[in-house]
Each structure stands twice: as C-alpha cells, then as structure tokens.
DNA sequence: TAACAACGCTTTTTT
DNA sequence: AGCGTTGTTA
C-alpha cells in the first residue's frame, strides 16, 4: 500500500476502514444519512484500483443520478490521479444500460442508433395508439397506460408475461396498448426509460455469450442507494453479478422514498439472503447534523415499523434547536422564511449554504415570487428540464428525423411547425395510410407526394418539408451538427417564426436555442449527440454564484445544507393526499421516510414550518383558502429538541399542533372553532394590512435599508426609493415613519 | 386550416 | 392560474 493510500484510510472510522477493506464476496453496508457513504464508496474504488485487485474498467459502479455519478468519479479522480476515462462503468443504471444495449442492439432487435423516448414521448405514442385502435381515450387515460407500463417494465414483464386476474378492463385494454406499444416502438428504433434496463435483462438471459462477457468483466460491483432499486434493476444486478460474488451493496432503509416507482425495500432486507456469507458493516456515526438535527430526525424515523434497526449519532456539538414555526398562509409563510434568512442568516451563511425542501414542485412558486420581489438571488434545482422545453424538443426533432426517418414521432411534431398548413386532417390521413400500407409516415409523405389524396395547396406545401428534409439529411454527411442545426433552423422558418413572435417568451426561446447549440459542441457528432441527449437531466445545472436553493425533497437526496428549511408540514401535503389514499398506511410510512431524508439534509440549522391556510390550484379567490392542519409528523418530533414559535396563533397558550383530524365531520371540534377564530383573525388582519398608513413623499426608515422615500403603494406594499440602496419593494409592517427636514 | 374562446382538470415524488 | 382538449368561426 502506497503512502497517500494509507493517508486516506486514517482518516476513516473503524467501520467505513471495514467496508472499504473487505473486497471479497457479498458485502451490505447499512448507511444512516451523513454516515460519509460515499467517501466510503469512492475510497473503495481508488483501493481496489491502488492494490491492483483489478483495472477501472472492471469496476461496475451504479449510482442513482447522474449528479451522484458525476461526483463520485470526480472524487475517484482525485484519489488514483487518474485519466476520467479510466473508470468507462461509473454511472446510472440507465446510462449504464445505454451503453450496453448501444453495443448489442440488434440481439433485441434494434439498431444502435435508437432514440430514447421521454415521458412526452412516450404518451403521444400511447395516445396516438388509442386513436388507432379506437379506444376511448376518456375511459383509458394515456396517463394510466403509460403507468401501467412503466410498472409491467419495472417488474420486468414483456406483454407477453404480463397477468391480469380479474377482469379489469382498464388493465386489459392497458395490456393490448402495451403490446402495439412495444412493436411501434421496434419500428421506430426508439426506447423507453424502462426498456434500456429491460432490454438488457433480455439479453443477459437469451445470449448467454453475452452475458458472459460482461460477467467476467466486472470483477467488482458496488451499488449506490439499493434501497431504492426496483426489481427489474436488481435483476440486471444479479445476472451480471459473478461467481466471486464481489458485489458492495450500500443503503439505507430509513431513506426509501421511490416505492412509487417500484422500488423494493425487499431488496436491502432479503440481500443477505440472496448471497450467503454476507458481510454487513454498519455506519451509524453522522458526520453532517448536529445532535439536536439527529435527535430530531430519529425521533420522527422511531415511528415506522419493519426497520434494520440502526441508531444513528453524532458527535458534535448540539447546536440551535430545530425551529417549527406557523404561519397564517403559504405567502406568509414564504416572507417570514426570506426574513428569517435576511435577518439571521444572510450575516453567517453564503447563499448557497441555504436550501428550502418542499413536498411537491409547485409549492416552490410562492418562494420564488417572494425572493423576485424583495432581490434575493435564487436557483431552482430540478424544475424544468432542458430538453424538455417547447423549443428545443422541436429542434432536436428535426435532428431525428434527418437522422431516422422511421422516427414518427418526431415527424409529428415537426411537420407543422412553423405552420405549413398542414393539420389535423392531413395528418390523419397520413397516419392512415402508413397503417395501411406498413410505411413510415416520412416514406407515406413522400409517396402520395405523386398521388391525388390531397389538395394541390397542401401537397406542395408537404412536397417543401419532404424536399427541405431530404437537402439536410444530404447535408448532415458533409456539415458537422452545429452547422447542421444552424441550417435547419433557418431553413425551415423556425428562427424566423421565433422572431417575427416579438414577444420576450420567444427572445428566451431564442436564447434557448442557442444554448443548445453550445452545449452540441461537447459531442462530436450527432449521432453521439443525440444517443446521449435524452438522459441528460438537464444541461449542467449551473451552480455558480450566490443563490438559495430551492428543489423538492426528492431531489435533494443525498445533498447537503447548513441550512434548511421545510415549509408545508401539513396534513394532505406532507404527507401527502394521494399517497395516503393509494396506499395507506404504507404511504405515510414512505413519507415518513421522506420526512426523515428532509431533517437529515440539514447540518447546522433547520427550520420546519406550516401554514393554517393554504391555497390549491393557485386559486385567486380569497375565499378558495384550504384550511390546514399541522402535519401528523411535526407532532412525531421529540419537543425537547424544538424551539416552538406559534406566531400566528398568539391567543391560545395551550395550543397543540395535534388537532383534531376529521374536523371536516366533526364541526364542532376544539380544533374546528379554533380554526374558525384563527380565519376571521386572518381576514382582519389582511384587511388592515391593504390600507397603509404611508402616503406617497413620506419619509421612512427600514431595519436592513435605510432611510428613503415613498414613491408608490399597492396595497401594503410599498415601493421605496433608498438612500443608499435605491429603488425597493417592501411590506409596510417593516417601515417605520421618519420625519425628515 | 388557423385562431380564438370556453371548459374542465390539475399537483406528488423521477431515471 | 395555466394547460390541453373541444367547439366555433372566418
């Protein structure tokens, strides 16, 4: 063992030094959050590399984002001084599958070119099947069918292996689409999320040669986050794995929160099972929290049944306690938490230090409003995707089509826009006539190009695509991709269309667009381009600057903050509705869990909050409030670890959160009156809230701004020209008067 | 065919 | 409020 080696081994806990030594055989480590899980993982690697157990290509490594992936090959790096492509098997399982089924496309009967299909995709496919086969769509929901499927391929079922008891006829019809789905699929030398692992598995199984190889391969297989592989992934897992059975799995059954997504618990529990010999290591020391954020945390995890049982600890000092604070509503909500962070935080912490968690996507919006309005610089981490966006799916379209003329989808998509006077009907036709004939619609087009289906006016419009695509496909053997797409895009009006729109929506798409193209330049041609595109999240989510980060729970699995908060801990959101009437108590559990991973994200400071009233569907009508409950888990958390704030319930000293649940029954509920006091309270409040006292020209002093001069009211919100800050929105309750000479 | 109005549904979480 | 689907009109 080398020098720099036996450095980084000391500075491990004599259970992180246990399982990175143990190479041999089925190793389980069991993970609490903040246990340095991936120090572990990443030290493993750089070891087995240093003591020459094996090279980095035989070293099989799964994460579960491609975030994940890029981090710990960063970190293996640094530890071996090694060349980024000396571990070519670090990644996600469907990157991973990618690339193999890249390699072996035609023993499931595809090209190596194939497209991998999104979710949009996917379900314009299931619904233009409906409408072939004359399904009613109201009945079939594509969304369900789409679900269906995903299921049956996360289960590792072909149409063919798929079983229905009863006789449910939304899954027998769900099962006849799936069938069609997979053969238009094969067509159209396309792929789903789910076949990329599927599609392997069937390899493994019919190509023994195949599979083989790769087993003799991966002399080391270490896999990140099992807690939530699903079963056709542990399944790929098992038909790689060797005799040697050098198989690292790491997990922590605290943090399963991807159920719904058909992840498996059973599979970190039955682990030791699968294998004989198992060695478990468990690692149970935190590293990030402090002992109140712990505590915390594993009083709220003790709620749940069927867990491995670990404890975990930190060792340093007990730091702030947890604050849970109320709110009147989610915009309340929204200002004190920015206050919080102008007025405590902003002196200690960067921006970035800085993180609010919420349960569902949309809830980021009131936060975002309220950071545009007072200038706080924010990121949104895990919104929109980029390629998902309108105008660079259309671009990338385009690019199909020139690449796979078989790609009817994107035939789709593109053939009308800009507008060529080609719409429903034509298309319909089309779509007619390539069934019949069993052509692509691209071949179909060109085709009645010479035939009387249509209208003069439409036939040439549709003669101007076909040729337009013909000249680029001719065009993609000379030009490199860049150029390609500059051509199409002017070519085909799309550019023209965009600006001719003059509206700022389309300058952004512009601007879009030609990020897009920057960051083409990273392939070297489009092929490559396009095999990599679809599983890219988003392209590199900038983090650069000073920003507070704003991203659900989901998405903060396994990052890190000083500072957290948690706003929305209340009954029907966290957890959440529909989870609760899926499945029940098993749901809650799952949130539960969910809940944990939000507590431990925390290192310093925390903040969980919630409000009495909350509006859905961003309904406008002051009288459309949902009324709320503080969440069942804030009632979970041990007290003596909190630090309560009822600010907008001061009336009522001996205020608990747990209050009654089925109020909506109960009328007559402490907890119904109560918040029948708290409402009117409410509207009083806002009332006298929407007439300031301040008039325009008058002098006034802010706590953090200054002195400065009104200059415009709307409602109670002011805007105030700063002496020294300048022009600023704020709230009239943080001004005071100030008479000036 | 395109542009526009009306309507109803939505929001859980994602590779 | 925002989106997609449906209906109406030029």
């Known amino acids: 063992m080398n020098e720099s080696a036996s450095n980084y ?16 055989g089925p ?31 035989q070293i099989l490594c799964v994460t579960f984002t491609n975030k994940a992936a890029n981090e710990m090959r960063e970190r293996v790096l640094k530890l071996t001084n090694n060349k980024s492509n000396s571990i070519p098997w670090l990644g996600t399982f469907h990157s991973i599958s990618n690339k193999i089924l890249r390699k072996h496309a035609e023993a499931v009967g595809l090209k190596p070119s194939f497209t991998i299909l999104d979710t949009l995709d996917q379900l314009k496919l299931i619904k233009n099947i409906l409408a072939a086969e004359n399904i009613d769509i109201k009945k079939n929901p594509p969304k369900l069918i789409a679900y269906l499927i995903d299921h049956w391929k996360n289960k590792a079922l072909l149409p063919a292996n798929v079983k229905i008891n009863s006789s449910d006829y939304s899954k027998i019809n769900a099962l006849k689409i799936y069938k069609i789905y997979q053969e238009r699929l094969r067509l159209m030398n396309c792929v789903d999320f789910g076949d990329l692992i599927l599609h392997c598995v069937t390899i493994f199984k019919n190509f023994k040669e195949i599979q083989e190889s790769f087993k003799k391969n991966f002399k080391y297989i270490l896999v990140d986050e099992y807690q939530d592989t699903n079963y056709v992934q542990n399944l790929w897992l098992n038909l790689i794995t060797n005799d040697s059975k050098n198989i690292c799995v790491v997990g922590d059954d605290d943090q399963s929160i991807y159920s719904w997504r058909g992840a498996e618990v059973k599979n970190i529990l039955e682990f030791e099972k699968n294998f004989t010999n198992t060695k478990i290591v468990k690692l149970e020391q935190n590293y990030r929290s402090t002992k109140n954020i712990i505590n915390t945390a594993s009083s709220l995890i003790s709620n749940n049944d069927d867990r491995l049982g670990k404890k975990i600890w930190s060792d340093l000092k007990d730091g702030d306690k947890v604050r849970v604070n109320s709110f009147s509503d989610g915009r309340d909500e929204a200002t004190g938490i920015s206050d919080i962070i102008e007025k405590e935080l902003i002196k200690y912490f960067s921006l970035n230090d800085i993180a609010i968690l919420v349960r569902a996507a949309f809830q980021t919006r009131e936060f975002e409003e309220r950071f545009i309005k007072i200038g706080l610089p924010y990121r949104v981490i895990g919104g929109m995707k980029f390629y998902e966006r309108a105008e660079i799916k259309d671009a990338l379209c385009y690019l199909r089509l020139i690449q796979q003329k078989n790609d009817d989808l994107a035939f789709e998509r593109i053939i009308n826009n800009p507008k060529r006077s080609i719409g429903d009907s034509t298309l319909k036709k089309l779509h007619d006539l390539s069934r019949t004939r069993n052509k692509n619609l691209f071949e179909t087009a060109d085709e009645i190009l010479n035939e009387d289906e249509l209208k003069p006016k439409t036939k040439e419009s549709l003669k101007q695509f076909i040729k337009l695509v013909k000249t680029w496909t001719k065009l993609s053997e000379q030009l490199d991709h860049v150029q390609l797409l500059e051509r199409v895009l002017d070519e085909s009006g799309y550019t023209q269309m965009l600006i001719n729109e003059k509206s700022p929506e389309a300058e952004a798409r512009l601007e879009n667009l030609k990020e897009l193209r920057a960051s083409m330049k990273n392939y070297s041609n489009l092929v490559e381009f396009l095999e990599n595109i679809s599983l890219q999240t988003s392209i590199d989510e900038e983090w650069e600057g000073e920003k507070i980060n704003l991203m659900t729970i989901h998405a903060a699995k396994g990052l ?42 925390a290192k310093q400071r925390l903040f969980i909050s919630f409000a009495n009233n909350r509006k859905y569907y961003g309904n406008n009508n002051s009288n459309d409030w949902m009324p709320s409950m503080p969440s069942r888990f804030i009632d979970e958390l041990d007290k003596q670890y909190l630090e309560i704030n009822e600010t907008a319930k001061d009336n009522d000293q001996d205020f608990e959160f747990s209050q009654d649940f089925n109020f909506m029954e109960e009328k007559k509920s402490p907890g119904w009156k109560r918040y029948l006091q708290e409402k009117e309270k409410i509207k009083t409040i806002n009332y006298t809230n929407n007439l300031t006292n301040f008039k325009i020209g008058q002098g006034v002093e802010h706590e953090t701004f200054g002195k400065g001069k009104v200059i415009h009211i709307d409602g109670n919100k002011l805007l105030i020209n700063f002496k020294d800050s300048g022009e600023k929105k704020v709230i009239d309750k943080y001004l005071k008067q100030f008479d000036h000479e």
């Open 27 to 57: 190793l389980l480590i069991l993970a609490g959050a903040g246990s340095g899980k991936t120090k572990v993982l990443t030290t493993r690697v750089a070891q087995l590399i240093k003591d020459k157990k094996c090279f980095g290509n």
């Open 9 to 24: 081994l000391n500075a491990l806990n004599i259970q992180q030094k246990e399982a990175i030594l143990h190479s041999e």
């Open 560 to 601: 890190e903050f000083n500072c957290v908060f948690l706003p929305g801990w209340e009954e029907g959101l966290f957890p959440h509705q529909k989870s609760i009437e899926e499945k029940g108590d098993q749901a809650v559990q799952e949130e539960r869990r969910l809940a944990y991973v939000a507590l431990t994200r």
